[in-house]
DNA sequence: TAGCAGGAAAATG
DNA sequence: CATTTTCCTGCTA
């Protein structure tokens, strides 16, 4: 069983940052959480159930480095200790927000970790929760496969949101060049990798596609095995949407379709102020950087301007853009009658002239 | 110091 | 060609 090993490429453990991303469903956002190890994408999508699978693999030790996953859609039972093996690609765009947060606290060693978080075992649920050992069995395999569509589902809908946001398609090998450089802007972005677009130039999907890990780590010493886990997820998710093998059943409960490459209007490209819409449409995504004030008057507010104008330079592919450029830019709707200074002119404050 | 306003010119699709 | 990016000067909170 493959593992790689992301974590040591990133931040300080972002252990909380789905949950506090994602809140619950009742609107506290105190969630709490549950640890998962580090596996690939596709040890853990094409084995069926890795849970099983690595519970099989009791004397190997647990692969280090951990996501998480938010508490409130996790089945209760399944809370009492569980450590399940999974991929660490659940990091949505909250979470390298989140990361920031995190920086300050001091991070949990994986080992120290791994203490907290015990390996799922027949013995921690079924002692953990007083069950007759007949029902062990039963019982695991619910919460497993619950665990386990959840987790997909919550890989899915990151890939389509960067799909959304960057205006690709989620199979690579359907990317162009200048896809390609986005997917990897992207990428650097969510995991604060330094720049390697340049040892990637000129690479369609395709050859993307056909690297191997060992390709990417000799493109990259620093992230290319990284780079190659993550396309790697992307390359298994596509694949689960058109299934490789006819028949193979291992959506479970994540079935959603993909979504258009770009919801607003395919082939012409996006405007500013579309792209910003879409922002302000996905507060769960971006509510960090940019928010609605008054959304009937359509005033919002730009809350991270680093970070919005680097969400709209990895949209057009301009590395450099920054907040300076992106209000020029918006200050050219001026003129045009798309968005204008509020009334009462405040501080990174603008309004949409004609609200939705 | 960061944001704001707008001129000017280059780059982009 | 329209739009955006880039660079700029000067102003303001």
């Known amino acids: 069983m493959t593992v790689y090993q992301l974590r040591q490429h990133q931040q300080p453990t972002p252990l909380t940052s789905t949950v506090e991303a994602m809140g619950s469903p009742g609107g506290d956002r105190m969630g709490s959480t549950v640890h998962l190890p580090l596996m690939s994408f596709s040890d853990y999508s094409h084995s069926g159930s890795a849970l099983r699978a690595w519970e099989e693999e009791e004397d190997t030790k647990p692969p280090r480095g951990l996501i998480s996953v938010p508490k409130h859609t996790v089945p209760e039972r399944s809370l009492q200790g569980v450590f ?57 395999e619910c919460c497993l496969e619950q665990v386990q569509s959840m987790v997909l589902g919550e890989v899915l809908k990151d890939i389509e949101t960067a799909c959304i946001l960057l205006n690709i398609t989620p199979d690579p090998m359907e990317w162009n060049c200048g896809n390609v450089q986005k997917w990897l802007l992207w990428t650097e972005h969510l995991y604060r990798l330094p720049q390697v677009g340049k040892v990637f130039q000129e690479l369609s999907g395709k050859d993307l596609c056909s690297m191997t890990e060992e390709d990417f780590r000799q493109r990259s010493m620093q992230c290319g ?132």
């Open 84 to 140: 399940l093996p999974c991929f660490d690609m659940l990091l949505t765009e909250n979470s390298s927000w989140l990361l920031k947060k995190s920086e300050a606290a001091p991070p949990v060693p994986p080992c120290k970790a791994l203490e907290q978080c015990p390996v799922i075992n027949s013995q921690s649920l079924g002692l953990g929760l007083g069950l007759p050992s007949g029902l062990e069995g039963q019982v695991e």
């Open 225 to 356: 095995d990284l780079l190659y886990a993550h396309l790697d997820i992307w390359r298994s998710a596509a694949c689960m949407k058109e299934p490789c093998t006819p028949g193979d059943n291992r959506l479970h409960g994540a079935e959603e379709s993909w979504p258009k490459a770009d919801s607003s209007c395919s082939g012409q490209p996006i405007h500013l102020w579309q792209f910003l819409r879409e922002l302000l449409f996905k507060p769960h995504n971006y509510g960090h950087c940019i928010r609605w004030l008054n959304k009937e008057k359509g005033i919002f507010k730009i809350e991270d301007s680093a970070s919005v104008s680097r969400l709209w330079g990895i949209r057009k592919n301009r590395p450099a853009m920054n907040y300076d450029k992106l209000s020029r830019s918006i200050r050219q709707y001026y003129k045009k009658g798309i968005i204008r200074k509020p009334d009462v002119s405040q501080r990174l404050v603008y309004q949409f002239v004609h609200p939705v």
